[in-house]
Protein backbone atom coordinates (compact mmCIF):
# COMPACT_ATOMS: atom_id res chain seq x y z
CA UNK A 1 0.00 0.00 0.00
CA UNK A 2 1.17 3.52 -0.30
CA UNK A 3 2.03 6.30 1.81
CA UNK A 4 -0.14 8.87 1.43
CA UNK A 5 0.06 12.49 3.58
CA UNK A 6 -1.82 15.69 3.27
CA UNK A 7 -0.37 19.09 3.27
CA UNK A 8 -1.48 22.25 3.41
CA UNK A 9 -3.50 24.19 1.17
CA UNK A 10 -5.12 21.00 -0.63
CA UNK A 11 -2.31 19.07 -1.48
CA UNK A 12 -1.92 15.60 -0.82
CA UNK A 13 1.46 14.05 -1.98
CA UNK A 14 1.90 10.63 -2.47
CA UNK A 15 5.11 8.53 -3.50
CA UNK A 16 4.60 6.87 -6.80
CA UNK A 17 5.71 3.44 -6.15
CA UNK A 18 5.65 1.17 -3.31
CA UNK A 19 9.35 -0.40 -4.86
CA UNK A 20 10.85 1.85 -7.37
CA UNK A 21 11.82 0.13 -10.20
CA UNK A 22 15.54 0.41 -12.33
CA UNK A 23 17.25 1.84 -9.52
CA UNK A 24 20.08 1.13 -7.57
CA UNK A 25 21.44 1.90 -4.12
CA UNK A 26 23.48 4.93 -3.86
CA UNK A 27 23.46 5.76 0.14
CA UNK A 28 24.96 9.13 -0.17
CA UNK A 29 22.56 10.32 -3.52
CA UNK A 30 20.52 13.00 -1.39
CA UNK A 31 17.71 15.19 -2.69
CA UNK A 32 18.39 18.85 -2.40
CA UNK A 33 15.94 21.95 -2.94
CA UNK A 34 17.65 25.59 -3.60
CA UNK A 35 16.07 28.78 -3.92
CA UNK A 36 17.70 31.30 -6.27
CA UNK A 37 17.85 34.82 -6.22
CA UNK A 38 15.39 34.92 -8.64
CA UNK A 39 12.67 32.78 -5.84
CA UNK A 40 12.97 29.88 -8.60
CA UNK A 41 13.30 26.45 -6.37
CA UNK A 42 15.59 24.07 -8.35
CA UNK A 43 15.47 20.48 -7.05
CA UNK A 44 17.98 18.12 -7.71
CA UNK A 45 19.08 14.28 -6.73
CA UNK A 46 15.46 13.44 -7.31
CA UNK A 47 15.68 9.51 -6.63
CA UNK A 48 12.14 9.02 -4.84
CA UNK A 49 9.42 10.01 -7.22
CA UNK A 50 6.23 11.60 -6.08
CA UNK A 51 3.39 13.42 -7.08
CA UNK A 52 1.54 16.08 -5.15
CA UNK A 53 -2.37 16.55 -6.36
CA UNK A 54 -4.13 19.84 -6.11
CA UNK A 55 -7.62 19.49 -5.90
CA UNK A 56 -9.44 22.87 -6.85
CA UNK A 57 -11.82 24.15 -4.47
CA UNK A 58 -14.55 24.11 -6.49
CA UNK A 59 -15.91 21.15 -8.73
CA UNK A 60 -18.93 20.42 -11.01
CA UNK A 61 -18.37 16.77 -11.81
CA UNK A 62 -15.98 15.01 -12.38
CA UNK A 63 -12.39 17.25 -12.88
CA UNK A 64 -10.56 17.22 -16.10
CA UNK A 65 -6.44 16.53 -14.59
CA UNK A 66 -3.33 17.74 -15.58
CA UNK A 67 0.14 15.93 -14.77
CA UNK A 68 2.50 18.71 -14.63
CA UNK A 69 6.34 18.21 -15.39
CA UNK A 70 8.83 20.74 -14.65
CA UNK A 71 11.46 21.01 -16.71
CA UNK A 72 15.72 21.70 -15.99
CA UNK A 73 17.75 20.27 -18.64
CA UNK A 74 16.90 16.68 -16.82
CA UNK A 75 19.17 18.25 -14.21
CA UNK A 76 17.00 19.96 -11.73
CA UNK A 77 13.69 20.57 -11.21
CA UNK A 78 12.23 24.19 -11.60
CA UNK A 79 9.34 23.10 -8.76
CA UNK A 80 7.81 26.30 -7.80
CA UNK A 81 8.09 28.47 -12.12
CA UNK A 82 7.35 25.38 -14.02
CA UNK A 83 5.19 23.03 -11.17
CA UNK A 84 3.04 24.46 -7.99
CA UNK A 85 2.67 28.04 -9.73
CA UNK A 86 1.01 26.21 -12.63
CA UNK A 87 -0.73 23.71 -10.85
CA UNK A 88 -2.52 26.56 -8.85
CA UNK A 89 -4.08 28.48 -12.24
CA UNK A 90 -5.17 25.31 -12.93
CA UNK A 91 -6.88 24.94 -9.87
CA UNK A 92 -8.74 28.09 -10.43
CA UNK A 93 -10.06 26.43 -13.29
CA UNK A 94 -11.61 23.83 -11.71
CA UNK A 95 -8.74 21.67 -13.02
CA UNK A 96 -6.99 19.04 -10.81
CA UNK A 97 -3.52 19.62 -11.33
CA UNK A 98 -0.74 17.20 -10.20
CA UNK A 99 2.96 17.98 -10.24
CA UNK A 100 5.24 15.33 -10.90
CA UNK A 101 8.50 15.11 -9.01
CA UNK A 102 10.47 12.38 -11.43
CA UNK A 103 13.37 10.84 -11.05
CA UNK A 104 16.14 12.86 -12.93
CA UNK A 105 18.83 10.41 -14.84
CA UNK A 106 21.29 9.71 -13.06
CA UNK A 107 23.97 6.21 -13.77
CA UNK A 108 24.22 6.19 -9.86
CA UNK A 109 20.85 5.60 -8.89
CA UNK A 110 19.53 4.18 -12.22
CA UNK A 111 20.14 0.86 -14.32
CA UNK A 112 18.95 2.77 -17.41
CA UNK A 113 18.90 6.25 -16.83
CA UNK A 114 17.33 7.03 -19.96
CA UNK A 115 14.11 5.36 -18.96
CA UNK A 116 13.66 6.34 -15.37
CA UNK A 117 11.70 9.94 -16.45
CA UNK A 118 9.38 8.29 -18.61
CA UNK A 119 8.23 5.27 -16.02
CA UNK A 120 7.53 7.89 -13.92
CA UNK A 121 5.68 9.77 -16.06
CA UNK A 122 3.69 6.51 -16.99
CA UNK A 123 3.18 5.57 -13.33
CA UNK A 124 2.04 8.90 -12.76
CA UNK A 125 -0.71 8.67 -15.79
CA UNK A 126 -1.39 4.87 -14.72
CA UNK A 127 -1.82 6.23 -10.53
CA UNK A 128 -4.37 9.00 -11.75
CA UNK A 129 -6.39 6.64 -13.76
CA UNK A 130 -6.80 4.15 -12.01
CA UNK A 131 -7.72 5.99 -8.78
CA UNK A 132 -9.72 8.85 -10.63
CA UNK A 133 -13.13 7.74 -9.16
CA UNK A 134 -11.46 8.27 -5.82
CA UNK A 135 -9.70 11.79 -7.12
CA UNK A 136 -13.34 13.03 -8.81
CA UNK A 137 -11.39 13.00 -11.90
CA UNK A 138 -12.88 12.18 -15.23
CA UNK A 139 -10.91 9.42 -16.56
CA UNK A 140 -10.79 10.69 -20.31
CA UNK A 141 -9.59 13.73 -19.41
CA UNK A 142 -6.32 13.14 -18.00
CA UNK A 143 -3.71 15.45 -19.60
CA UNK A 144 -0.18 15.84 -19.56
CA UNK A 145 1.76 18.97 -19.24
CA UNK A 146 5.53 19.42 -19.61
CA UNK A 147 7.81 22.52 -19.79
CA UNK A 148 11.80 22.66 -21.41
CA UNK A 149 13.28 18.95 -20.72
CA UNK A 150 9.63 18.52 -19.10
CA UNK A 151 7.83 19.28 -21.88
CA UNK A 152 10.75 16.23 -23.91
CA UNK A 153 9.10 14.19 -21.06
CA UNK A 154 5.44 15.10 -21.49
CA UNK A 155 6.47 14.62 -25.48
CA UNK A 156 7.97 11.31 -24.45
CA UNK A 157 4.88 10.08 -22.67
CA UNK A 158 2.71 11.07 -25.99
CA UNK A 159 4.62 8.99 -28.67
CA UNK A 160 5.17 6.34 -25.90
CA UNK A 161 2.30 5.67 -24.58
CA UNK A 162 2.24 2.13 -26.21
CA UNK A 163 5.18 0.80 -24.69
CA UNK A 164 5.21 -0.14 -20.75
CA UNK A 165 8.37 1.01 -19.26
CA UNK A 166 6.31 -0.05 -16.05
CA UNK A 167 4.39 -3.01 -14.43
CA UNK A 168 1.11 -2.32 -16.08
CA UNK A 169 -0.85 -6.28 -14.95
CA UNK A 170 -4.17 -4.37 -15.30
CA UNK A 171 -4.10 -2.54 -18.86
CA UNK A 172 -4.14 0.40 -17.41
CA UNK A 173 -4.34 3.20 -20.74
CA UNK A 174 -0.78 4.98 -20.10
CA UNK A 175 -1.84 7.29 -23.24
CA UNK A 176 -2.74 10.93 -21.84
CA UNK A 177 -6.02 12.51 -23.47
CA UNK A 178 -4.17 15.61 -24.37
CA UNK A 179 -0.81 17.66 -23.93
CA UNK A 180 0.54 20.94 -23.12
CA UNK A 181 3.97 21.55 -24.17
CA UNK A 182 5.76 25.05 -23.11
CA UNK A 183 9.01 25.55 -25.20
CA UNK A 184 9.74 22.56 -24.86
CA UNK A 185 12.73 19.95 -25.99
CA UNK A 186 11.37 17.60 -28.74
CA UNK A 187 14.47 15.90 -30.67
CA UNK A 188 17.25 14.38 -29.25
CA UNK A 189 19.35 15.10 -32.91
CA UNK A 190 22.13 16.79 -32.27
CA UNK A 191 21.26 19.53 -34.86
CA UNK A 192 18.16 20.20 -33.17
CA UNK A 193 18.28 18.76 -29.29
CA UNK A 194 19.15 20.63 -26.27
CA UNK A 195 22.76 18.90 -25.88
CA UNK A 196 22.71 19.21 -22.19
CA UNK A 197 19.27 17.38 -21.84
CA UNK A 198 20.08 14.86 -24.28
CA UNK A 199 23.45 14.46 -22.55
CA UNK A 200 21.46 13.94 -19.43
CA UNK A 201 19.14 11.36 -20.20
CA UNK A 202 21.29 9.50 -22.89
CA UNK A 203 25.05 10.31 -22.14
CA UNK A 204 27.24 11.49 -24.23
CA UNK A 205 28.05 9.20 -26.93
CA UNK A 206 24.31 7.81 -27.32
CA UNK A 207 23.73 5.27 -30.02
CA UNK A 208 21.96 6.30 -33.50
CA UNK A 209 18.97 3.56 -32.24
CA UNK A 210 17.90 5.54 -28.83
CA UNK A 211 18.51 8.60 -30.29
CA UNK A 212 15.91 8.06 -32.90
CA UNK A 213 13.64 6.59 -30.27
CA UNK A 214 13.41 9.25 -28.12
CA UNK A 215 12.80 12.00 -30.94
CA UNK A 216 9.54 12.87 -30.39
CA UNK A 217 9.27 14.55 -33.48
CA UNK A 218 9.75 10.72 -35.26
CA UNK A 219 7.21 8.77 -33.12
CA UNK A 220 3.92 11.32 -33.61
CA UNK A 221 1.38 8.82 -35.13
CA UNK A 222 -2.67 9.52 -35.92
CA UNK A 223 -3.12 8.28 -31.93
CA UNK A 224 -0.77 11.21 -30.56
CA UNK A 225 -2.95 13.12 -28.39
CA UNK A 226 -3.93 16.92 -29.50
CA UNK A 227 -1.41 19.12 -28.64
CA UNK A 228 -1.19 22.86 -27.74
CA UNK A 229 2.10 24.28 -28.09
CA UNK A 230 3.79 27.64 -27.04
CA UNK A 231 7.37 29.02 -26.99
CA UNK A 232 8.96 32.17 -28.23
CA UNK A 233 10.87 33.38 -31.10
CA UNK A 234 14.01 34.28 -29.42
CA UNK A 235 14.43 31.47 -27.35
CA UNK A 236 17.61 30.88 -26.83
CA UNK A 237 18.05 27.83 -24.79
CA UNK A 238 15.77 25.55 -26.79
CA UNK A 239 15.43 25.66 -30.55
CA UNK A 240 12.31 26.28 -31.86
CA UNK A 241 12.72 23.95 -34.10
CA UNK A 242 11.59 21.36 -32.00
CA UNK A 243 8.75 22.63 -31.74
CA UNK A 244 7.77 23.31 -35.12
CA UNK A 245 9.32 19.88 -36.69
CA UNK A 246 6.89 18.19 -33.66
CA UNK A 247 3.76 20.67 -35.00
CA UNK A 248 4.55 19.67 -38.38
CA UNK A 249 4.53 15.76 -37.47
CA UNK A 250 1.20 16.43 -35.54
CA UNK A 251 -0.26 18.42 -38.89
CA UNK A 252 0.66 15.54 -41.06
CA UNK A 253 -0.25 12.66 -38.96
CA UNK A 254 -4.30 14.67 -38.69
CA UNK A 255 -4.09 15.08 -34.72
CA UNK A 256 -5.60 18.47 -33.44
CA UNK A 257 -3.10 20.95 -32.41
CA UNK A 258 -2.24 24.17 -31.62
CA UNK A 259 1.23 26.32 -31.92
CA UNK A 260 1.87 29.39 -30.33
CA UNK A 261 5.13 31.55 -31.13
CA UNK A 262 5.70 35.15 -29.30
CA UNK A 263 7.97 37.46 -31.13
CA UNK A 264 9.39 37.60 -27.45
CA UNK A 265 9.69 35.78 -24.25
CA UNK A 266 13.23 33.75 -24.42
CA UNK A 267 13.43 30.32 -22.39
CA UNK A 268 12.01 29.53 -19.28
CA UNK A 269 9.11 31.82 -18.76
CA UNK A 270 6.72 29.64 -17.06
CA UNK A 271 3.29 30.94 -17.03
CA UNK A 272 4.32 34.76 -17.76
CA UNK A 273 5.64 35.84 -20.98
CA UNK A 274 7.14 39.60 -20.57
CA UNK A 275 4.93 40.96 -17.73
CA UNK A 276 2.44 39.84 -14.56
CA UNK A 277 -0.12 40.84 -17.16
CA UNK A 278 1.08 38.41 -20.09
CA UNK A 279 -0.06 35.67 -19.07
CA UNK A 280 -0.37 32.94 -22.06
CA UNK A 281 -2.04 30.85 -20.06
CA UNK A 282 -5.15 31.91 -21.18
CA UNK A 283 -4.97 30.82 -24.11
CA UNK A 284 -4.88 27.37 -23.11
CA UNK A 285 -7.90 28.02 -21.20
CA UNK A 286 -9.88 28.45 -24.37
CA UNK A 287 -7.81 25.51 -26.06
CA UNK A 288 -9.13 23.35 -23.34
CA UNK A 289 -12.79 24.59 -23.89
CA UNK A 290 -12.50 24.53 -27.12
CA UNK A 291 -11.54 21.04 -26.84
CA UNK A 292 -13.88 20.04 -23.78
CA UNK A 293 -10.85 19.25 -21.71
CA UNK A 294 -12.51 21.23 -18.99
Not at 16 to 32: F, G, Q, R, T
Amino acid sequence: MLLIYSMSYAQTTIPLYPEIPNSKPAADYKEKADTGTDSIIRISNVSVPEITIFQPSKSNGKNPAVIICPGGGYSILAYNLEGTTVAHILNDWGVTAIVLKYRLPSDEIMKDKSVGPIEDAQRAIQYVRENAEKLNIDPQKIGIMGFSAGGHLAATASTHFDTNYISNPNHISLRPDFSILAYPVISMVASLTHKGSRDNLLGKAPSGKIVENFSNELKVTKNTPPTFLVLANDDNGVNPENSIKYYEALLKNHVHAELHIFQNGGHGFGTRLLDENDNWMDLLRIWMQHNDFK
